[in-house]
C-alpha cells in the first residue's frame, strides 16, 4: 500500500514539482496551499508524511507544526526551510519536526529524507504496538493475567472468541473455567444475546435432562405446564456446559445429536425444534482416559474438542500470584491494605489447590478478619502458614524488613533475581517465574 504524503507550500510550482517527482516514486500525494488548507487535510487526508514549507499564509508552517502535534498527530513532518536559517532549523526541530531540509534542495535529497522518516515512522509505530501489548497486562475482560501459559490461554480467546467453533476447556477446580467461558461469549458476536450456564455434575441424571431440553406438558408427574429447555434459552447465544465429564452416557447420546443436527425435542414432545447456540464446555477430568474405561463417548469428545483450552493451576503460575493479589484486594474494596515480605512470600509459595477461587476467599477473608492496614503472617490462613512450599526451582528470595506493598515486593523480587544472573533477562524471568518479555515490562515500569 503507497504511503500518503501532503505537501503543504504556498508556491504552486514547488507543490507541482515535488508532486510529479514523489508520485512517480510511488508515493500518493494530497496538496495543500496555506497553513488552514494543511490543517484540514490532515484532518481528512490523514497522511504519513507531510513536507511542510516554514514561510505559509494563515498560519504559517511552525504554527501548523505546533498545531498538529499538540492534537496528537505523531506522523514526520520534513520542515522546508530557507537557506542557511539555523535558528528557524532548530525551532522546528524542538516544535516536533522529523528533518529540515533547507532551499533550495536536491530532490533526490528530499526523497531520501522522505524514506528515511517514513521508515523511521513505521519502526516507532511498531515499537508502540508491541510495547502497549506488552505493558497491558494481559487484561482480556478483566481476566488478570501476566504469566506466559496464561498469555498463550488469553491470546487463544482472543482469536477463537469471534468465531462459532465449539470450545472444550480444561482444568482444575478453581483456575476460573467459567470466567474463561464468559470472555469467549462477551468478546464474540453473540455478546449481547443470552449466556446460559449449566452445571452437569451438579444435576442427576433425569434432573439434566429436562433442564437441557426442557419438557412438554404431562411429559412427567408434576410436569403441569411445558418449560423450555436451557438450549432453547440459549437461542442465538451460548450455552456454558460445565463439569461434562459427569453427564451420563444416555445423556451423551441426546448432547451430541443437538451438536450435530443443531435440533432437538423436548422431553415428552414430537415437534423438532431448531436453535442457533455455540457451545463451550469444561471439564476437571482426562476424557481421554474416560473414552478408554468406556464412560465417555469418543463422537461427542471429537465434537467438543475442536478448540480445546486448558487452564494452568495457580501452582504453575506463581508470578502471576501478586498480580491477583492486588486485583482481590481492590475488587473487596481494600487496596490500602499491604502484606509484610513474609506474609507475601507464604502467599506466593502456598500450593493453592484450591487455585484462583481459593486465593479469592483467602484474600477477602483477610481484608474482613485483619485489623490493621498492614497484613503479617499472624493474619494468614493455618494452611497457608504451615504448607507453603518453594516455587521457581526452590529459589529462595530474602524481601525487606518491615511492611511493603505488593508492588515493592515484586520490585524487590526482580532485583535480586537480576543480581543472582548476572544481569540476564532471561535467567532472571526464570528465577521469578514470569517470561523475559513480561520481567522486561516490569523493569520499565519500575524504571529499573
Known amino acids: 500500500m503507497s504511503k500518503r504524503v501532503l505537501i503543504a507550500d504556498d508556491e504552486k510550482n514547488m507543490r507541482w514539482v515535488l508532486g510529479e517527482s514523489l508520485t512517480q516514486a510511488g508515493y500518493e500525494i494530497v ?36 498545531k498538529l502535534r499538540a492534537e496528537g498527530h505523531t506522523f514526520p513532518v520534513i520542515m522546508l526551510t530557507a537557506h542557511g536559517n539555523v535558528a528557524t532549523a532548530v525551532e522546528a526541530m524542538k516544535a516536533g519536526a522529523t528533518e529540515y531540509v533547507t532551499k533550495p534542495f536536491d530532490l533526490e535529497e528530499l526523497k531520501l529524507a522522505i524514506e528515511k522518516a517514513i521508515r523511521i515512522g513505521d519502526l516507532s509505530a511498531e515499537v508502540e504496538r508491541l510495547r502497549a501489548e506488552i505493558d497491558r497486562d494481559w487484561d482480556v475482560d478483566g481476566i488478570v493475567a501476566a504469566d506466559q501459559r496464561m498469555v498463550e490461554v488469553l491470546s487463544t480467546v482472543e482469536k477463537v472468541a ?68 436451557r438450549f432453547e434459552l440459549a437461542n442465538g447465544g451460548t450455552l456454558f456446559l460445565d463439569e461434562v465429564g459427569d453427564i451420563t452416557l444416555s445423556v451423551q447420546v441426546k448432547l451430541l445429536r443437538v451438536l450435530q443436527e443443531r435440533r432437538f425435542e423436548r422431553l415428552g414432545g414430537t415437534r423438532s425444534i431448531e436453535v442457533d447456540v455455540r457451545v463451550i464446555a469444561a471439564t476437571n477430568k482426562d476424557l481421554q482416559r474416560m473414552i478408554a ?35 482481590f484486594l481492590e475488587k473487596h474494596q481494600a487496596g490500602r491494605k499491604t502484606f509484610t515480605p513474609e506474609a507475601t512470600r507464604m502467599l506466593v509459595e502456598y500450593a493453592w489447590p484450591g487455585n484462583i477461587r481459593e486465593l479469592e476467599n483467602t484474600i477477602e477473608r483477610i481484608v474482613i478478619l485483619a485489623p490493621g492496614d498492614e497484613v503479617g503472617v499472624a493474619d494468614l490462613p493455618a494452611e497457608v502458614r504451615t504448607g507453603a512450599v518453594h516455587v521457581a526451582a526452590n529459589t529462595t528470595f530474602v524481601l525487606p524488613e518491615g511492611g511493603c506493598d505488593i508492588e515493592e515486593v515484586e520490585m524487590e523480587l526482580i532485583r535480586q533475581a537480576l543480581d543472582r544472573s548476572g544481569g540476564n533477562v532471561a535467567k532472571a524471568a526464570k528465577l521469578t517465574g514470569l517470561t523475559p518479555r513480561t520481567l522486561e515490562a516490569r523493569m520499565q515500569r519500575f524504571g529499573m
Open 31 to 66: 496538496e495543500a496551499a496555506d497553513g488552514k488548507e494543511a490543517l484540514a487535510a490532515i484532518k481528512e487526508a490523514a497522511p504519513d508524511l507531510m513536507v511542510l514549507d516554514h514561510k505559509m499564509p494563515r498560519p504559517d508552517g511552525m504554527e501548523v507544526l505546533r
Open 162 to 229: 469471534p468465531t462459532n467453533a465449539t470450545v472444550i476447556i480444561y482444568g482444575e477446580s478453581g483456575t476460573g473455567k467459567e470466567l474463561i467461558a464468559r470472555a469467549l461469549h462477551r468478546l464474540s458476536p453473540r455478546g449481547e444475546r443470552p449466556f446460559v450456564e449449566v452445571h452437569a455434575g451438579a444435576l442427576p441424571e433425569t434432573l439434566l435432562e429436562s433442564e437441557l431440553f426442557g419438557f412438554e406438558k404431562g411429559a412427567f408427574t408434576g410436569a403441569l405446564t411445558a418449560k423450555p429447555g
Open 293 to 327: 474405561e468406556g464412560t465417555f463417548r469418543e463422537d461427542l469428545f471429537y465434537r467438543l474438542n475442536v478448540v480445546p483450552i486448558t487452564l494452568p493451576p495457580l501452582r504453575k503460575r506463581a508470578g502471576d500470584i501478586p498480580l491477583l493479589m492486588a486485583h
